[in-house]
């Protein structure tokens, strides 16, 4: 019920920075959890990111804590994905998704995006 489109991505050569926009459409509410993922070529989806909509809570994956800085703007109905210091590996489809509470885990997410490309490029 909750409509999901991310934006953003695009190429970047390594060290460079993209903020990637999730922007939910239809009924949504604003005590919904937002988490982003992203999936490579053969590899599983994986969290990145997750924010509580009530109090501003965050979380990361190890692997990009320190990088990558999650926020929203409840009015807009956005969250969004500051992404700093990217490396190669941090190419994938980025998506994002909403959970009834906070989670790192794929199948607490119900709704999601339909991604965006990120590329580093080295």
């Known amino acids: 019920q909750v409509q999901m489109v991310e934006s953003g991505g695009g190429l970047v050569q390594a060290g460079g920075s993209l903020r990637l926009s999730c922007d939910a459409s239809?009924?949504?509410?604003?005590?919904?959890?937002m988490g982003w993922f992203r999936q490579a070529p053969g590899k599983e989806r994986e969290f990145v990111a997750g924010i509580s909509w009530n109090a501003g809570y965050t979380y990361y994956a190890d692997s990009v804590k320190g990088r990558f800085a999650i926020s929203r703007d409840n009015a807009k109905n956005t969250v969004y994905m500051q992404m700093n210091s990217l490396k190669p590996e941090d190419t994938a489809v980025y998506y994002c998704?909403?959970?009834?509470?906070?989670?790192?885990?794929?199948?607490?997410?119900?709704?999601w995006g339909q991604g965006t490309q990120v590329t580093v490029s080295s």
């Open positions: 998704a909403t959970a009834p509470r906070i989670s790192r885990t794929i199948a607490d997410f119900g709704s």
């Open positions: 239809g009924r949504t509410f604003s005590s919904y959890a």
